[in-house]
C-alpha cells in the first residue's frame, strides 16, 4: 500500500500484480484451486493454452513457491499439479477478481452461448 504523500507502488504489490496478472497465469491458479491436476487437465480446462506456454507457467509457479509438482511412481508414471499452502492463499483474492468479473466485463464473444 501506499503512505500518504508517497506516489510510489508498493514493490511488493507490483510483484504480486505482475505474477498473478501475467498471461494464463491467473487461469491457472484457478484450476487448480479445484484440487490436484495433471498437465493435460490444465491444459484441457483453460482454452487457447498451449502446452509450451503451460509448461513455462507452472515452472514460474513453482519457482515461486505457489505450486508443487508431484511425481507419482507408477507405471506410467503420473504427474500431479498442486497448489502450496501460499497458492491456496489467493484463493479468496481470485475470488473477488471473479466476482467483479461477473459484474463489470461483458463475456467474451468466442465463451457465449450459441
Known amino acids: 500500500m501506499r503512505h500518504r504523500g508517497d506516489d510510489r507502488v508498493c514493490p511488493r504489490y507490483h510483484k504480486a500484480i ?66 502450496t499452502e501460499k497458492g491456496r492463499d489467493l484463493e479468496r483474492v481470485l475470488a473477488e477478481v471473479e466476482d467483479w468479473a461477473h459484474r463489470w466485463l461483458p463475456l467474451p464473444r468466442e465463451a457465449a452461448p450459441r
Open 18 to 83: 505482475e505474477l498473478i496478472g501475467k498471461r494464463w497465469t491467473g487461469a491457472v491458479i484457478r484450476t487448480l484451486m479445484d484440487g490436484p491436476r495433471r498437465f493435460s487437465d490444465i491444459l484441457a480446462a483453460v482454452p487457447d493454452l498451449h502446452d509450451r506456454l503451460l509448461s513455462e507457467r507452472l515452472k514460474e509457479l513453482e519457482a515461486e513457491g505457489l505450486v508443487d509438482r508431484r511425481v507419482h511412481p507408477e507405471t506410467p508414471v503420473r504427474i500431479e499439479y498442486t497448489l
